[in-house]
């Protein structure tokens, strides 16, 4: 079993920046893909930012330019950075991951999210 716990969430100003972290904890995943989504109230879930096994990233429009996706060389913390924070990125954060358990086991887990409220 994997499991997927974010952090990093909170109340920031308007203009700010904030850092999340998403941490795995299990069982060993291989060919790890690690997304970042988010859920404002009374809107559907959406990507913000992507980064395959390769390494390759994929960012909302919303927030490129302005926001980067990471990892560690174990592939078990990933953080978002993210600066020049507006209300239109309050929202739930949810770690999204993907990959291989024992390298022959497909799973997929998402964290329980961690709320950012940017205030103005």
């Known amino acids: 079993q994997v499991q997927v716990v974010e952090s990093g969430g909170g109340l920031v100003q308007a203009g700010g920046s904030l850092r999340l972290s998403c941490k795995i904890t299990?069982?060993?995943?291989?060919?790890?893909?690690m997304g970042w989504y988010r859920q404002a109230p009374g809107k559907q879930r959406e990507m913000v930012a992507y980064m395959g096994d390769d390494g390759n990233t994929n960012y909302a429009e919303s927030v490129k330019g302005r926001s980067t996706i990471s990892r560690d060389s174990t592939r078990r913390t990933g953080w978002l950075q993210m600066s020049r924070l507006t209300s239109e990125d309050t929202a739930v954060y949810y770690c999204?991951?993907?990959?291989?358990?024992?390298?022959?086991?497909?799973?997929?887990?998402w964290g329980q999210g961690t709320q950012v409220t940017v205030s103005s």
């Open positions: 999204n991951v993907r990959g291989y358990i024992g390298g022959v086991r497909y799973a997929e887990e």
């Open positions: 299990g069982s060993v995943i291989t060919r790890t893909s």
